[in-house]
């Protein structure tokens, strides 16, 4: 999707590895998100952050970790994957409420 | 509790046919409701977006409406194509600071030839 990137776009990893996903943006907006959508529960808000180093939770935020140092990137971070981690994650960015959310291509995890 | 629903969770229709989804929310303070289409391994793309005061809101082949008095949007497909074939996902969001959106489970629409 044009001005946001994900990396890597598929991802297989062990229980218990560390796995870092990461969200660029071309477009300098403030607002940048982390959500997992699994089937059955859709999207859900795992961090977000509104600047940076100004981060804050989800919904679903436990096992997450996020940051961002820079206000292209927003990087998420489990810390030990488990295999209830297994989802497509997609990092989304908005600049104003009324322009909503430019969403990226998504990064599929699956943790075995 | 702020929820969005949508119906029916999936749909199969014939290319060239008319189809409706539906979107029932609870959120308030409403700001705005969003329709997004979601390909197969692509992020969702929004389709529409309604404030409260409007009523319909046509993108192409999609309109979407919106009743603020009863919680209601429907997206409306005109002449299905092949390519209409996606998830299509309501997002409420609510006039709070910071702002909160709401996100339905998505309608998953077929389009058969």
């Known amino acids: 999707d044009a001005g946001i990137t994900q990396s890597p776009r598929h991802k297989v990893t062990e229980t218990g590895t560390p796995v870092t996903l990461r969200c660029h943006q071309t477009e300098n907006h403030r607002y940048m998100y982390w959500y997992r959508q699994d089937p059955g529960h859709g999207l859900r808000l795992i961090h977000y952050s509104y600047g940076v180093k100004d981060t804050d939770k989800g919904e679903v935020s436990d096992g997450y970790s996020v940051s961002r140092s820079k206000t292209e990137d927003f990087l998420l971070t489990l810390e030990s994957a488990t295999s209830s981690q297994t989802s497509v994650y997609f990092c989304a960015i908005r600049d104003r409420v009324i322009t909503g959310y430019t969403f990226g291509s998504g990064t599929r995890l699956t943790v075995v | 509790k702020n929820q969005v629903e949508q119906s029916p969770q999936s749909l199969i229709i014939l290319e060239g046919k008319n189809c409706t989804l539906q979107?029932?929310?609870?959120?308030?303070?409403?700001?705005?409701l969003r329709w997004y289409k979601q390909d197969t391994g692509r992020g969702p793309v929004s389709l529409t977006i309604?404030?409260?005061?409007?009523n319909t809101k046509s993108n192409g082949r999609y309109t979407a409406t919106l009743d603020a008095d009863t919680k209601q949007s429907s997206l409306h497909i005109t002449a299905s194509q092949l390519s209409d074939s996606a998830s299509y996902i309501c997002v409420v969001s609510a006039e709070v600071p910071g702002n909160q959106f709401y996100f339905g489970t998505g309608t998953s629409l077929t389009v058969i030839p």
């Open positions: 309604m404030t409260f005061s409007e």
């Open positions: 979107c029932n929310y609870t959120v308030s303070p409403f700001s705005n």
